[in-house]
């Protein structure tokens, strides 16, 4: 018979090795060594091996007045420190309701946590994406302002050059005027003067000057070269 298709009551056979002993149950027909019942392993094809029932079935079995020669021991059918029985249910784990509290905020912290680092780094690779124009176009902007302030500069240098120029014109004229202004009084007093001096002439008489004027008509004939009409006659 195969140790595998064995229906263990005591404990598994994959931690035993194939040469150790066990008895079967003639009630139960499950199967434990006689580590495990802690008792003499008792001879097979014999019938006290034969007839053998486990602790469990013989607690089972009303009690009669017959005696059992079967060696049976008030003990444990499990070792201290041995492996869950095959077919055996899973040991259950009391659960309370803070331990199962702090298991979901540990999952859900876990995964809102992966959530959030998904969702950085796709808002940067957005933010990334949506940038790159822009930081083309401030480039381009910055270039252009470089351009600009150097143009501005060479105006600047122009306009204050020009500004040099017309105050150099403006002086030049305020001299101008001050010396068309002296030159003005100056023509006015010469104007005056000239006035003064022609009213202070007395004029001749007219017959005079008709006398005058034929007398050098005629010697206009004797003479040569031009008539000065105020050479004394």
Not at 37 to 65: A, F, G
Request: proline content about 5%.
């Amino acid at each position: 018979m195969s140790l595998k298709l064995v229906n263990w009551g005591c404990c598994s056979q994959e931690d035993k090795d194939d040469n150790e002993r066990f008895i079967t149950c003639n009630s139960c027909k499950k199967s434990f060594h006689f580590l495990c019942l802690s008792i003499p392993e008792i001879q097979s094809n014999t019938d006290i091996y034969n007839k053998w029932k486990c602790p469990s079935c013989l607690n089972r079995m009303p009690k009669t007045s017959k005696k059992d020669s079967t060696p049976v021991r008030n003990i444990s059918t499990t070792r201290g420190n041995k492996r869950p029985a095959l077919n055996s249910p899973p040991e259950e784990h009391s659960l309370t309701s803070d331990r199962v509290r702090a298991i979901v905020e540990d999952v859900v912290k876990t995964e809102l946590s992966a959530m959030m680092e998904k969702l950085k780094c796709s808002i940067l690779d957005i933010i990334n994406k949506e940038l790159t124009p822009i930081k083309k176009e401030i480039r381009d902007m910055n270039e252009s302002m470089t351009f600009i302030n150097s143009k501005f500069e060479l105006i600047e240098a122009d306009q204050l050059n020009a500004n040099k120029l017309l105050k150099n014109i403006l002086e030049d004229n305020k001299k101008l005027e001050s010396t068309v202004a002296d030159l003005t009084q100056r023509l006015n007093y010469l104007e005056q003067q000239s006035r003064k001096y022609i009213q202070a002439t007395p004029l001749r008489d007219l017959s005079y000057n008709k006398q005058r004027g034929n007398i050098l008509r005629a010697r206009s004939g004797q003479l040569k070269g031009p008539i000065n009409p105020y050479v004394n006659l």
